[in-house]
């Protein structure tokens, strides 16, 4: 197979258009889905970046952000009580490094104002969000914040132009425009001020894989999969320099268990520690990194076949659950001769939805668990793939129709009848 490719996406870090496949990727999506069903993740030729090859625009995303995300439910990412621990410490460390306490701060992509709310706590007056999502702007104003509906590619008119600290935490990793971004970063910032960036750390993304659904970091949210060496060429093109650097373990207490992110301050205009072009062996470690990663994925997903084929065979299956592992999943030919009776999912918004399952031959309708669960053969099989809500779900399911058997694909995959 030839690997090497033109891609369709320039490379988000350096702009080049070669590129080597390292993996493609496919998703059985919703009737309408946004997003492409499929797409190649490659190494840049030039700098080493790894990121999805992906035909989709940015409002293509943007509109998969509004539909169908879950990001802005009371209970969701970002929102729970696990994440609060990990705000908090966000919050202590931002805090000694932003000098004084009316200094204009704003969150980007900032969901519901946990990290603004935690930043609140320890004296800042000046908290500002701009988040995509009409729900949290309308939580956000509640809750004493300014806030402005938007985002990075498209800044809201009236937000201002002098923010001394910036902060962008976890949404580079989701953007199709990583140069706009940095523009527009650029003009938000007040002279001499500071962002902060964080991301997950795309060099580990093999630790801790083995507790995590395969492939789960090429997700199709994320679409770069930046390391430091990258992230700090990427400032540096833009004028940034890095002040400073965290790694952390943002998964602790977490589903995730270990799940590493990289956090870059960034000065603009300081002097750079990284402008000319990555070292050839430098420009190598993302791609060996990431291609570790796909094999020890590979060895899961064999893993879990395995004993998804044996287990689904022959009988009832229903899918609780519409999310990004279980569209991934769902893509193996594993599936392809299942008997699938029902796919429920908790968020009104993929409720009513249509799953075109083509292995079955089937148009099958999202529908809430009371209704898809509570009359279905004794020996149907229901399959669980969420890994943040996996322990909520089970309880819900016991509730709704305690007799059903579940097979749970979060971790090693385990049936309990
Ligand atoms: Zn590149």
Redesign the pocket.
């Known amino acids: 197979m030839n690997t090497e490719k033109i891609a369709l996406r320039s490379?988000p870090?350096?702009?080049?258009k070669r590129a080597e496949i390292l993996i493609t990727m496919r998703y059985a999506v919703l009737e309408n889905f946004p997003l492409p069903a499929a797409s190649d993740i490659v190494c840049?030729n030039?700098?080493?970046?790894v990121y999805a090859d992906t035909s989709g625009t940015q409002a293509d995303y943007d509109r998969y952000y509004a539909d169908l995300a879950g990001y802005a439910a009371e209970n969701s990412i970002g929102s729970g009580i696990k994440d609060a621990a990990r705000q908090e410490q966000s919050a202590d460390w931002l805090a000694s490094r932003i000098s004084a306490k009316n200094a204009r701060i704003v969150d980007i992509g900032c969901a519901r104002g946990g990290l603004l709310a935690a930043l609140a706590q320890r004296g800042f007056s000046s908290l500002a969000g701009i988040d995509p999502l009409a729900q949290c702007i309308t939580h956000l104003k509640a809750s004493g914040f300014s806030a402005w509906q938007g985002n990075l590619n498209c800044l809201p008119a009236d937000c201002g132009r002098d923010f001394d600290f910036i902060i962008l935490s976890h949404v580079l990793e989701h953007v199709v425009d990583v140069h706009g971004t940095f523009v527009s970063l650029r003009k938000l910032l007040s002279p001499g001020g500071k962002v902060y960036l964080e991301v997950p750390d795309a060099a580990c993304y093999h630790n801790g894989s083995e507790n995590l659904p395969p492939f789960h970091a090429l997700s199709f949210e994320h679409i770069n999969h930046f390391d430091l060496p990258r992230l700090t060429m990427l400032g540096a093109l833009h004028g940034f320099g890095v002040s400073e650097v965290i790694c952390k373990n943002i998964g602790i207490g977490n589903a995730f268990e270990q799940s590493f992110a990289v956090g870059v301050l960034f000065a603009h205009g300081e002097r750079h520690t990284l402008a000319s072009p990555l070292s050839k062996e430098c420009n190598a470690t993302l791609r060996k990194a990431i291609a570790g990663y796909v094999s020890e994925s590979q060895r899961l997903l064999n893993a879990q076949t395995e004993i998804l084929s044996a287990t689904i065979k022959n009988r009832p299956v229903a899918v609780w659950g519409m999310g990004v592992d279980v569209q991934r999943q769902m893509a193996h030919p594993v599936w392809k001769d299942a008997n699938i009776v029902a796919v429920v999912d908790r968020d009104p918004r993929k409720q009513g939805k249509a799953f075109p399952w083509e292995g079955g031959g089937k148009r099958l309708i999202i529908q809430p668990p009371e209704e898809g669960l509570r009359s279905l053969p004794a020996n149907t099989l229901v399959v669980i793939t969420a890994i943040h809500y996996a322990d909520e779900i089970k309880s819900e399911l016991a509730a709704i129709n305690a007799n059903l058997p579940f097979l749970e694909l979060r971790k090693k995959p385990s049936v309990a009848i």
């Not at 870090?13 to 080049?16: D, E, F, M, Q, T």
């Open positions: 490379c870090v350096c702009g080049g840049c030039a700098c080493g970046m």
